[in-house]
């Protein structure tokens, strides 16, 4: 057995110097942390965009038909990897997901717009109308797109021209009262995190096949290419509801769509709701006096006021037969 060693009480200045030397540690833990967070905050945006734009880039060069499946495998783990970030770097701590009792709802519609509204609208219009254009003796349709042209262009093309007709779209479905029910879901939420990108009405999906899709047939838009459309929208509208606090040089807010952009077009103020349509480029509100600056706005609260949407999964999605407000 070991002595008992007897206990010799410190000295002041023994005592102060072990203090002064935690105190000098907890501040050099304390600036470590915020180097850390400003570095993920600075790097997190542009880096993600990058990671999942090159997956989704690779996969759809190596097989034009992999774009839907590439895009869809890559936001599913993108989506949990940014859950974690936003428990670490939160814009709002009130904004948590673990706070949030509408997760499994947000989850359902996500779903059920992801599987049923996408393959809904792929036969409608990805085959149905290409088929019926065929059959009109029209297969290129108004045969105004440059099918023998470069395959990054027409690509580039079909994500310009294809965020413009969703800019308009996504406008209609706000200013039309009877277009409005339809898209009330995504603007119900009172807190903005990764979950509330794909919270939309299956309906919404079809709308879009009809508003977008169709006229980008009718141009002459190969259907394997309109499937770019969507996965921009995906990739740049997953990060633009992501509750973490990123630091964006502020000419990025003018030149793609960044969550304080997005933020405004979720706030309570109907002023502030009804701009910021666009999804991907921001030209489009801007061309359209449309755009709210983030410099000059910061959203305290989102959703609707007075929200007349009801709670419950299935009356939700009951709403658009329903609801018969405008905002
Ligand atoms: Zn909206
Ligand atoms: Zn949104």
New binding site residues.
């Given amino acids: 057995m070991l002595p008992a060693v007897p206990f010799r009480p410190q000295s002041c200045s023994v005592v102060s110097k072990t203090r002064g030397r935690d105190r000098r540690h907890d501040t050099e833990r304390r600036d470590m942390r915020t180097a850390t967070h400003r570095v993920l905050a600075s790097s997190l945006w542009p880096l993600g965009l990058a990671l999942q734009v090159s997956a989704v880039a690779v996969a759809g060069w190596a097989d034009p038909d992999s774009v839907g499946r590439a895009m869809g495998a890559t936001t599913v783990a993108f989506l949990i990897v940014l859950l974690g970030l936003e428990q670490i770097l939160p814009y709002r701590r009130d904004w948590s997901v673990r706070r949030d009792r509408e997760i499994w709802r947000d989850l359902g519609y996500s779903v059920l717009y992801i599987s049923l509204g996408a393959n809904l609208a792929q036969i409608v219009f990805l085959t149905g109308l290409t088929t019926a254009l065929s059959c009109l003796r029209i297969p290129a349709g108004l045969g105004l797109w440059p099918v023998g042209g470069s395959m990054l262009v027409q690509i580039a093309g079909v994500v310009l021209l294809g965020d413009f007709l969703e800019y308009w779209y ?1 406008r209609l ?2 200013t039309v009262p009877w277009l409005w029910p339809v ?1 009330a879901i ?2 119900t939420p009172i807190r903005l995190n990764a979950l509330k990108g794909p919270r939309h009405h299956v309906i919404y999906f079809l709308g879009r096949g009809a508003f977008v899709w169709a006229p980008l047939l009718v141009i002459g838009v190969p259907a394997r290419l309109v499937a770019w459309q969507f996965a921009a929208e995906v990739l740049v509208g997953t990060l633009a509801h992501a509750n973490i606090a990123f630091e964006i040089p502020a000419f990025v807010h003018r030149v793609l769509v960044t969550p304080e952009v997005h933020r405004i ?2 706030s309570v103020d109907a002023r502030e ?1 009804n701009s910021n ?1 666009s999804t991907v480029f921001p030209i489009w509100d801007l061309l359209f006096g449309t755009y709210t600056d983030p410099r000059l706005v910061g959203v305290r609260e989102t959703g609707i006021d007075p929200d007349p949407v009801p709670r419950r999964f299935l009356a939700e999605l009951l709403s658009p037969m329903t609801l018969r407000e405008s905002r």
Wanted: a neutral charge; glycine letters at 10%; proline letters at 0%.
């Fill in positions: 996504h479905v706000h898209h995504h603007h077009h979720h709701g349509y």
